[in-house]
């Protein structure tokens, strides 16, 4: 029998999926361990979260480490030592550096608060994304779980969720509305993955 797969997090603020996702883990409904959690920021949230739950929080930013290749590093390192299968990122505001990318090639997820590979790219994120839907005048809006790579939102999507954008829609309430369906989606995508062959980039996840 195979040992069961380790996700391990990178999260700036909040971390909801993350949290969602770590619930899951030890709710059973996902099959996987918990590795560590790494933040950017050392008065996150979900640094204090993990701190009350008993979950593996690190600190790795520009503050830690000044050179941006020895950051990199160190949360390949951090990442390695967990034994880390995969990583989920949740929030995390800072763009993958190539050692990790490459020590995790097709092994790093994210979730866009849109249907890519609409309203993607370097800077969209938050509540530019929720904005650019509504001045685009779109009616369908979403959530889309995604492999990274080195380009900002360009990674294979693994699975999409659609939302209806309402005329009177804001910012806050199409924001709301897409989180909403966010943490279920990501649960859902990495059931499918971990239940594929590891390398497998064909596998899709109904909504």
Not at 90 to 112: C, D, E, P, W
Not at 143 to 170: C, K, L, R
């Amino acid at each position: 029998m195979n040992p069961k797969p380790t996700l391990s997090f990178l999260a700036s603020h909040g971390g909801s999926a993350a949290k969602a996702i770590i619930h899951a883990i030890k709710n059973h409904q996902l099959s996987a361990n918990i590795g560590v959690v790494i933040t950017n920021n050392e008065n996150s949230a979900i640094s204090q979260w993990c701190l009350e739950n008993t979950i593996k929080i690190i600190h790795i930013s520009a503050l830690t480490h000044p050179n941006s290749d020895q950051e990199d590093k160190a949360i390949e390192d951090a990442l390695s030592v967990a034994e880390t299968d995969y990583v989920i990122l949740s929030g995390y505001m800072k763009h993958i550096k190539q050692q990790t990318l490459a020590r995790f090639s097709n092994k790093i997820l994210n979730v866009h608060p849109a249907l890519l590979p609409k309203h993607g790219g370097q800077g969209m994120y938050g509540n530019r994304v929720h904005q650019a839907v509504l001045n685009a005048k779109e009616t369908i809006s979403g959530a889309s779980i995604h492999f990274i790579n080195e380009v900002y939102d360009d990674g294979p999507v693994i699975a999409q969720q659609e939302v209806p954008v309402y005329p009177n829609d804001t910012v806050d309430t199409l924001r709301q509305r897409v989180q909403a369906i966010e943490p279920l989606l990501y649960i859902k995508s990495i059931a499918k993955i971990l239940e594929a062959h590891p390398n497998d980039l064909g596998v899709t996840c109904p909504n």
